[in-house]
């Protein structure tokens, strides 16, 4: 990105005085509207990328239940594009706004979440998190990792003078907020999505400025209780025996079977990659290759230019979540943008690392890209949240409306363009 | 970049956000880090071994089987053809997620349903397909056996997971028994039993093809995964002489016969006098190679693997020898006694003969044994034996089938006293059918042997064509033997010759009849005899040769001419009309076979008379 940045200020005539190219790019993420670019420019490709290798990876498997190879493709991008309407509006919502829903919308997580377990709710692989309405399946878990953010940052903004007082800082957020919802997913025995919802709770407190001490504290706590979860299942224990131990030769060892399939994926991926579309692994041989093992089908086909670019993507929304949080006068948008940054980047990199062996699988989608309509639409969603934030910095809302056409809005992310070329 | 708000936050005595998330973002930063590395290890560096055991797991390789070569007849006919087959498999593991839905209403699933719409396609009983599926342990066993590739297609549509095809070639005989024995056999398994289809393997068998192919996990061929096909080679055609209607008809003379004179077995063999190629090669019983199971003693060759003595067609070699040795000639004048005491044996005809004054013409065409050693004992026995060999006895034929016995002539040494007299009339020694046919071969072809051959010619997997030579021909009497004995033979096969059950009519036929002491293995001696008809027509410019041998014939008659005759009559009447040959248009020239005693002898001096020079025993008087 830097690059093209650098190759495009360079090419046009600049008023003020020419500068080199980096220094142009530095003036430029330096500016107001870097962060709302940033976020904008990576979500969108994360989300364009996902489109892309959903349609590949899920085209044979669509292909033998419904007969046509688009089945899960036109769903997801129907998902896609509800996501990003959403985000479109949430992205104009006052940050005023945004606090007024917090406790209205902490309150509806918790009911729908409650409801996974009503007769509306089922069963998906050993996961009670869904619940089905009109015909259409729903995980509230994704939605609910929203609510947290937005009502952890509402909260915390306004005891961010007593943060050093733990009661302060867990009541209301943690007790019973956070609680409530990581208790019901725990229920659900969704571990991965209480493993993100965790992250983000703790997170926040880390962000919010709780002393560093109580982290001791609760991370032994936190470790503690994700090892009784995990010896409390037999398939938990496996799958982190699978990752530690040097078991896995052949996918025919019990456990293994996901695990070498994604390295296979990779190692047939190579340096360049097999080619869109030309994933082998994809052929009913790796278990969801659309969706939490995604990466591996995007370093198969587009090598590891390909799964690099996504770490790339994922590197650059976390540095813009920082800029905003950096930028910002404001406690509630620092600790939201820092929320749904450690939502993305702790989901990533569950993701990642369970699909490149660093990790045990624990089974989350990759924000933004993997197959899955809830995930999708709760992850752009996130993404409206923090394009409201960006929007939010002294400065960037005027830059942005202060130009009339979109066309000039675009080109302001360009240093000199703007001026300089009308 | 944090530096403008860090104060803000100092101010209130807690860390400062920015530097929290500052925080977080290096450790994220650090583990992409790592991430990257593990990538590139993965996706670079480790990447060529693990790639390696990925592609192995999903390779597969499935052997496309040649097609083995075709055996035709001499006009093209199919006698032994491959035909696509298919073995249906099933895993029962992938059936069990059979559903079978019909406008929208699920109308079978899992076993029963798959056991039904199977059942549908190919008539086989569901319930016992049903008990296939639901009783195999593991995951594979045959659901149908032997089904054509057509029904294959269709049990294919009905898209039930986890029924795949076992493809096969299956080896058809089309003509059944009549040409068994000479074909040979092919079972399930791949190697060949018998016949042309043994000796000829190494040219019919092709080289199989490989298909190597990337499969999914649900055995889905993935189209844009590795792909390597070696396509088969398929097997070259042999196209034999044996015109297989003739044979058809040779082989239904033939068990007719047989049946008739309740006789062991039989064997017709007819031959092309001026290539040597073989017409027919019919052996009855034969076998009925749709069995998918044979025992090798029902696929035995009699026709070259049974040798007995051949008897008095064998006196042709006798004949042909005294001839060329200049001990004879046509009408030399025979004394043949009643009795002949030799070797401490005393000889005896069959009949006694009706008048005992007999040309040497006479003497071989009433197949005289008195006759044949009064004349025959002339030659030396070094002679006698390597006559014997000249006309192929004791040697293979080299036709090129399977288990051909040469026979045996015994070499001088071991003769006993008796065996140099006993050979004279065909005893004593041992051949197959087709070695005496060959003898009477060289009388029709003016003296030159052509060895047997059976194979036209072969067409390789190109379908290039390739004649087989006809062997070159070796010289054995002159023609004028030939023709001598020709005219004899003339003499025998006709209405008011010694076998006029042989007679063709509107041919002349020259022939021989033979009814040999037979030698039986199971009982350890000489019982009942081995009848047999030799013979070529027409004579004046022969076109074939036909040798009908019936073993053991236990009815009607124990006698070649009237048992073989009628056979050997049949077919070649057969072969002649089919071959287009036309009848002879002048009466057949009478050969005077007797004489008179009394008469001038020609060329001796006036008063000696043709009994006087005649051949007698004289050993008998003293």
């Given at each position: 990105?830097?690059?093209?940045?650098?190759?495009?200020?360079?090419?046009?005539?600049?008023?003020?005085?020419?500068?080199?190219?980096?220094?142009?790019?530095?003036?430029?993420?330096?500016?107001?509207?870097?962060?709302?670019?940033?976020?904008?420019?990576?979500?969108?490709?994360?989300?364009?990328?996902?489109?892309?290798?959903?349609?590949?990876?899920?085209?044979?498997?669509?292909?033998?239940?419904?007969?046509?190879?688009?089945?899960?493709?036109?769903?997801?991008?129907?998902?896609?594009?509800?996501?990003?309407?959403?985000?479109?509006?949430?992205?104009?919502?006052?940050?005023?706004?945004?606090?007024?829903?917090?406790?209205?919308?902490?309150?509806?997580?918790?009911?729908?979440?409650?409801?996974?377990?009503?007769?509306?709710?089922?069963?998906?692989?050993?996961?009670?998190?869904?619940?089905?309405?009109?015909?259409?399946?729903?995980?509230?878990?994704?939605?609910?990792?929203?609510?947290?953010?937005?009502?952890?940052?509402?909260?915390?903004?306004?005891?961010?003078?007593?943060?050093?007082?733990?009661?302060?800082?867990?009541?209301?957020?943690?007790?019973?907020?956070?609680?409530?919802?990581?208790?019901?997913?725990?229920?659900?025995?969704?571990?991965?999505?209480?493993?993100?919802?965790?992250?983000?709770?703790?997170?926040?407190?880390?962000?919010?400025?709780?002393?560093?001490?109580?982290?001791?504290?609760?991370?032994?706590?936190?470790?503690?209780?994700?090892?009784?979860?995990?010896?409390?299942?037999?398939?938990?224990?496996?799958?982190?025996?699978?990752?530690?131990?040097?078991?896995?030769?052949?996918?025919?060892?019990?456990?293994?079977?996901?695990?070498?399939?994604?390295?296979?994926?990779?190692?047939?991926?190579?340096?360049?990659?097999?080619?869109?579309?030309?994933?082998?692994?994809?052929?009913?041989?790796?278990?969801?290759?659309?969706?939490?093992?995604?990466?591996?089908?995007?370093?198969?086909?587009?090598?590891?230019?390909?799964?690099?670019?996504?770490?790339?993507?994922?590197?650059?929304?976390?540095?813009?979540?920082?800029?905003?949080?950096?930028?910002?006068?404001?406690?509630?948008?620092?600790?939201?943008?820092?929320?749904?940054?450690?939502?993305?980047?702790?989901?990533?990199?569950?993701?990642?690392?369970?699909?490149?062996?660093?990790?045990?699988?624990?089974?989350?989608?990759?924000?933004?890209?993997?197959?899955?309509?809830?995930?999708?639409?709760?992850?752009?969603?996130?993404?409206?949240?923090?394009?409201?934030?960006?929007?939010?910095?002294?400065?960037?809302?005027?830059?942005?409306?202060?130009?009339?056409?979109?066309?000039?809005?675009?080109?302001?992310?360009?240093?000199?363009?703007?001026?300089?070329?009308? | 970049?944090?530096?403008?708000?860090?104060?803000?936050?100092?101010?209130?005595?807690?860390?400062?956000?920015?530097?929290?998330?500052?925080?977080?973002?290096?450790?994220?930063?650090?583990?992409?880090?790592?991430?990257?590395?593990?990538?590139?290890?993965?996706?670079?560096?480790?990447?060529?071994?693990?790639?390696?055991?990925?592609?192995?797991?999903?390779l597969k390789q499935v052997i496309i089987p040649a097609?083995?070569?075709?055996?035709?007849?001499?006009?093209?006919?199919?006698?032994?053809?491959?035909?696509?087959?298919?073995?249906?498999?099933?895993?029962?593991?992938?059936?069990?997620?059979?559903?079978?839905?019909?406008?929208?209403?699920?109308?079978?699933?899992?076993?029963?349903?798959?056991?039904?719409?199977?059942?549908?396609?190919?008539?086989?009983?569901?319930?016992?397909?049903?008990?296939?599926?639901?009783?195999?342990?593991?995951?594979?066993?045959?659901?149908?056996?032997?089904?054509?590739?057509?029904?294959?297609?269709?049990?294919?549509?009905?898209?039930?997971?986890?029924?795949?095809p076992?493809e096969?070639?299956?080896?058809?005989?089309?003509?059944?028994?009549?040409?068994?024995?000479?074909?040979?056999?092919?079972?399930?398994?791949?190697?060949?039993?018998?016949?042309?289809?043994?000796?000829?393997?190494?040219?019919?068998?092709?080289t199989p093809g490989e298909r190597t192919f990337e499969i999914?996990?649900?055995?889905?061929v993935i189209?844009?995964g590795t792909a390597v096909d070696t396509p088969a080679?398929?097997?070259?055609?042999?196209?034999?002489?044996?015109?297989?209607?003739?044979?058809?008809?040779?082989?239904?003379?033939?068990?007719?016969?047989?049946?008739?004179?309740?006789?062991?077995?039989?064997?017709?063999?007819?031959?092309?006098?001026?290539?040597?190629?073989?017409?027919?090669?019919?052996?009855?019983?034969?076998?009925?190679?749709?069995?998918?199971?044979?025992?090798?003693?029902?696929?035995?060759?009699?026709?070259?693997?049974?040798?007995?003595?051949?008897?008095?067609?064998?006196?042709?070699?006798?004949?042909?020898?005294?001839?060329?040795?200049?001990?004879?000639?046509?009408?030399?004048?025979?004394?043949?006694?009643?009795?002949?005491?030799?070797?401490?044996?005393?000889?005896?005809?069959?009949?006694?003969?009706?008048?005992?004054?007999?040309?040497?013409?006479?003497?071989?065409?009433?197949?005289?044994?008195?006759?044949?050693?009064?004349?025959?004992?002339?030659?030396?026995?070094?002679?006698?034996?390597?006559?014997?060999?000249?006309?192929?006895?004791?040697?293979?034929?080299?036709?090129?089938?399977?288990?051909?016995?040469?026979?045996?002539?015994?070499?001088?040494?071991?003769?006993?006293?008796?065996?140099?007299?006993?050979?004279?009339?065909?005893?004593?020694?041992?051949?197959?059918?087709?070695?005496?046919?060959?003898?009477?071969?060289?009388?029709?072809?003016?003296?030159?042997?052509?060895?047997?051959?059976?194979?036209?010619?072969?067409?390789?997997?190109?379908?290039?064509?390739?004649?087989?030579?006809?062997?070159?021909?070796?010289?054995?009497?002159?023609?004028?033997?030939?023709?001598?004995?020709?005219?004899?033979?003339?003499?025998?096969?006709?209405?008011?010759?010694?076998?006029?059950?042989?007679?063709?009519?509107?041919?002349?036929?020259?022939?021989?009849?033979?009814?040999?002491?037979?030698?039986?293995?199971?009982?350890?001696?000489?019982?009942?005899?081995?009848?047999?008809?030799?013979?070529?027509?027409?004579?004046?410019?022969?076109?074939?040769?036909?040798?009908?041998?019936?073993?053991?014939?236990?009815?009607?008659?124990?006698?070649?001419?009237?048992?073989?005759?009628?056979?050997?009559?049949?077919?070649?009447?057969?072969?002649?009309?089919?071959?287009?040959?036309?009848?002879?248009?002048?009466?057949?020239?009478?050969?005077?076979?007797?004489?008179?005693?009394?008469?001038?002898?020609?060329?001796?001096?006036?008063?000696?008379?043709?009994?006087?020079?005649?051949?007698?025993?004289?050993?008998?008087?003293?």
């Open positions: 990105m830097t690059t093209q940045l650098t190759r495009q200020g360079s090419s046009r005539p600049a008023d003020p005085p020419p500068r080199t190219g980096l220094a142009a790019a530095g003036e430029w993420l330096r500016s107001p509207v870097a962060p709302y670019y940033l976020v904008l420019a990576s979500a969108a490709a994360l989300v364009s990328i996902g489109l892309v290798m959903v349609l590949s990876a899920s085209s044979v498997r669509s292909y033998v239940e419904t007969g046509s190879s688009y089945d899960v493709f036109v769903t997801q991008l129907a998902y896609a594009g509800v996501g990003i309407l959403l985000a479109w509006g949430l992205s104009r919502l006052p940050v005023v706004w945004w606090k007024r829903l917090a406790l209205p919308g902490l309150l509806v997580a918790v009911a729908l979440q409650a409801a996974v377990f009503s007769p509306l709710g089922g069963d998906f692989q050993g996961n009670r998190n869904w619940i089905f309405i009109g015909g259409r399946s729903l995980q509230p878990s994704e939605f609910a990792k929203l609510a947290l953010v937005v009502f952890g940052a509402t909260v915390l903004a306004r005891k961010r003078k007593v943060i050093g007082r733990v009661v302060h800082a867990l009541v209301p957020f943690i007790l019973p907020g956070a609680m409530l919802l990581i208790g019901l997913v725990v229920a659900g025995h969704d571990l991965g999505t209480a493993m993100i919802m965790v992250a983000i709770a703790g997170g926040m407190l880390f962000v919010a400025g709780l002393p560093l001490r109580w982290f001791a504290v609760v991370g032994l706590l936190v470790a503690g209780g994700i090892g009784y979860l995990a010896a409390g299942s037999g398939n938990r224990m496996q799958r982190i025996e699978t990752w530690l131990g040097d078991t896995c030769t052949s996918p025919h060892v019990d456990g293994c079977f996901q695990k070498v399939h994604a390295e296979y994926a990779l190692a047939d991926g190579g340096w360049w990659g097999l080619g869109l579309g030309a994933s082998r692994e994809k052929w009913s041989l790796l278990p969801e290759p659309h969706n939490d093992f995604i990466l591996a089908i995007i370093g198969e086909e587009l090598g590891l230019p390909g799964s690099l670019t996504v770490l790339l993507l994922f590197a650059v929304l976390g540095y813009a979540s920082f800029r905003i949080v950096a930028d910002t006068p404001y406690p509630f948008v620092r600790l939201a943008a820092a929320g749904v940054m450690i939502w993305m980047l702790s989901q990533a990199v569950l993701n990642i690392g369970s699909v490149i062996g660093m990790l045990p699988i624990v089974g989350v989608p990759l924000p933004l890209v993997s197959s899955g309509g809830s995930a999708l639409v709760a992850a752009l969603m996130g993404i409206g949240l923090l394009l409201a934030m960006a929007r939010s910095l002294p400065g960037c809302s005027e830059a942005l409306s202060g130009r009339s056409s979109r066309l000039r809005r675009t080109l302001a992310a360009f240093p000199g363009a703007g001026q300089g070329g009308r | 970049m944090a530096r403008r708000q860090s104060s803000t936050a100092a101010h209130h005595g807690v860390a400062h956000p920015q530097r929290r998330v500052r925080m977080l973002l290096l450790g994220t930063m650090i583990v992409f880090s790592l991430f990257a590395a593990q990538l590139v290890r993965l996706q670079g560096l480790d990447a060529a071994t693990v790639s390696a055991a990925a592609i192995d797991e999903r097609t083995r070569g075709a055996i035709t007849d001499v006009n093209g006919e199919p006698l032994a053809v491959d035909v696509d087959r298919v073995h249906i498999a099933v895993d029962p593991v992938n059936v069990a997620a059979y559903e079978r839905w019909e406008d929208g209403e699920l109308v079978g699933s899992g076993f029963s349903g798959a056991a039904q719409a199977v059942a549908e396609v190919t008539g086989e009983d569901p319930e016992r397909l049903e008990r296939v599926i639901s009783t195999t342990e593991g995951r594979w066993a045959y659901l149908v056996k032997d089904v054509s590739p057509e029904v294959w297609q269709q049990v294919k549509d009905l898209g039930i997971p986890g029924v795949t076992e096969f070639h299956h080896r058809l005989y089309p003509l059944g028994e009549s040409h068994a024995k000479l074909l040979g056999w092919l079972g399930a398994g791949e190697a060949p039993a018998g016949g042309v289809e043994l000796t000829r393997h190494d040219w019919l068998t092709g999914g996990g649900n055995g889905e189209t844009t080679v398929d097997g070259g055609d042999v196209r034999l002489s044996i015109d297989s209607d003739l044979q058809w008809y040779a082989y239904d003379a033939l068990e007719k016969r047989v049946e008739e004179a309740k006789a062991l077995s039989g064997y017709v063999l007819v031959q092309e006098v001026e290539t040597g190629r073989i017409v027919t090669a019919a052996t009855y019983p034969g076998f009925d190679p749709s069995d998918p199971e044979q025992t090798s003693e029902g696929m035995r060759n009699d026709v070259v693997e049974d040798v007995y003595e051949p008897g008095s067609t064998a006196k042709l070699v006798t004949a042909a020898a005294a001839l060329e040795e200049g001990i004879v000639e046509r009408d030399t004048p025979i004394v043949v006694p009643y009795r002949l005491p030799r070797g401490g044996k005393t000889f005896k005809d069959a009949h006694d003969p009706r008048t005992p004054w007999q040309t040497f013409g006479g003497v071989l065409a009433t197949s005289s044994n008195m006759g044949t050693i009064l004349y025959g004992e002339k030659l030396e026995d070094q002679q006698l034996h390597d006559w014997l060999r000249r006309f192929g006895l004791g040697t293979p034929s080299g036709l090129g089938l399977p288990g051909e016995s040469g026979g045996v002539v015994p070499p001088v040494e071991t003769w006993s006293r008796t065996s140099r007299y006993t050979l004279m009339f065909g005893q004593g020694l041992s051949s197959n059918a087709l070695q005496q046919m060959s003898v009477y071969q060289t009388m029709a072809n003016d003296g030159v042997r052509i060895p047997p051959t059976v194979v036209e010619g072969t067409t390789d997997d190109q379908g290039r064509y390739t004649a087989a030579p006809v062997p070159e021909g070796e010289r054995v009497v002159s023609a004028e033997t030939s023709q001598t004995l020709t005219e004899i033979l003339e003499q025998v096969p006709t209405f008011f010759g010694t076998a006029p059950t042989a007679a063709v009519e509107g041919y002349h036929v020259a022939g021989k009849t033979s009814t040999a002491d037979r030698y039986d293995d199971e009982l350890g001696r000489y019982s009942r005899t081995t009848a047999s008809f030799i013979g070529y027509a027409p004579s004046d410019d022969p076109k074939y040769v036909v040798a009908v041998t019936i073993q053991r014939p236990t009815e009607i008659s124990q006698y070649g001419g009237t048992i073989s005759g009628p056979v050997f009559a049949d077919v070649m009447r057969y072969a002649l009309q089919k071959a287009g040959v036309a009848p002879a248009d002048e009466p057949l020239p009478e050969l005077e076979l007797t004489y008179d005693p009394k008469a001038q002898a020609p060329g001796h001096p006036r008063g000696v008379t043709l009994g006087d020079i005649a051949f007698s025993d004289e050993r008998a008087d003293g």
